[in-house]
Nanobody
Framework: QVQLVESGGGSVQAGGSLILSCIAS????????MAWFRQAPGKEREGVAT???????NYSESLKGRVTISLDNAKKTLSLQMISLNTEDTGEYFC??????????????????WGKGTLVTVSS
């Protein structure tokens, strides 16, 4: 059974940085994709970044340059480094995994296993 547990959320001032982590258990051995999504208050969930188990990463165009996704295959740990945060980055951040490569395609949400999320609050 796949379980994803996020950590690292919290409150930060605008301009600051944050690193989110996600520990995966019961995850697949290879040929999979992990991703970060986020959902701002009152808005729909949106993709932040994906990374395939072969290391190929892709980013939301609106966030490219401010976020870096990384995957430690051995430790089954997914990370998201975020810099230059602004108030619009406030929201719940979700770790997700799916059994196939993403190849930069977010796909349908039903394809993913989901963590419960970690809250990021950016204040001005």
């Amino acid at each position: 059974q796949v379980q994803l547990v996020e950590s690292g959320g919290g409150s930060v001032q605008a301009g600051g940085s944050l690193i989110l982590s996600c520990i995966a258990s019961g995850i697949f051995d290879s040929g999979y994709c992990m991703a970060w999504f986020r959902q701002a208050p009152g808005k729909e969930r949106e993709g932040v970044a994906t990374i395939d188990s072969d290391g190929v990463a892709n980013y939301s165009e609106s966030l490219k340059g401010r976020v870096t996704i990384s995957l430690d295959n051995a430790k089954k740990t997914l990370s998201l480094q975020m810099i230059s945060l602004n108030t619009e980055d406030t929201g719940e951040y979700f770790c997700a995994a799916r059994r196939t490569y993403c190849h930069g395609d977010w796909g349908d949400y039903e394809m993913y296993y989901w963590g419960k999320g970690t809250l990021v609050t950016v204040s001005s």
